[in-house]
Nanobody, 124 residues
Framework: QVQLVESGGGLVQTGGSLRLSCAASGRPFNLYIMGWFRQAPGKEREFVSC????????YYGDSVKGRFTMSRDNAKSTVYLQMNSLKPEDTAVYYC?????????????????WGQGTQVTVSS
């Protein structure tokens, strides 16, 4: 089992940047694929990005491609989401997720462990 704690959310102006962190504890971090998802008010949770166990491969949702970068530091048991060129439509609660599957996934239900979320608000 793994516990996840997100941090780094906040209020930023359009065009600004934020870096989210997700610290994991429990089983060895490199046994887990990791994902970021987000949920805006009144909307379903949306895939943002995911990364392989080694960090060698990442995938991104179309709405964030080219602006967000996901990375991980297995030595620190932490995954990051660097968010640049932020837009008001990026406003949401951002969740970190983990699963012991070998293959990364963009599908929410395939992740068994979730953090509590961190709020990101982008003002226009």
């Amino acid at each position: 089992q793994v516990q996840l704690v997100e941090s780094g959310g906040g209020l930023v102006q359009t065009g600004g940047s934020l870096r989210l962190s997700c610290a994991a504890s429990g089983r060895p971090f490199n046994l887990y694929i990791m994902g970021w998802f987000r949920q805006a008010p009144g909307k379903e949770r949306e895939f943002v990005s995911c990364i392989t166990r080694s960090g060698g491969t990442t995938y991104y949702g179309d709405s964030v491609k080219g602006r967000f970068t996901m990375s991980r530091d297995n030595a620190k048991s932490t995954v990051y989401l660097q968010m640049n060129s932020l837009k008001p439509e990026d406003t949401a609660v951002y969740y970190c997720a983990a699963d012991s599957s070998f293959y990364i996934s963009q599908i929410e239900r395939e992740y068994n462990y979730w953090g509590q979320g961190t709020q990101v608000t982008v003002s226009s």
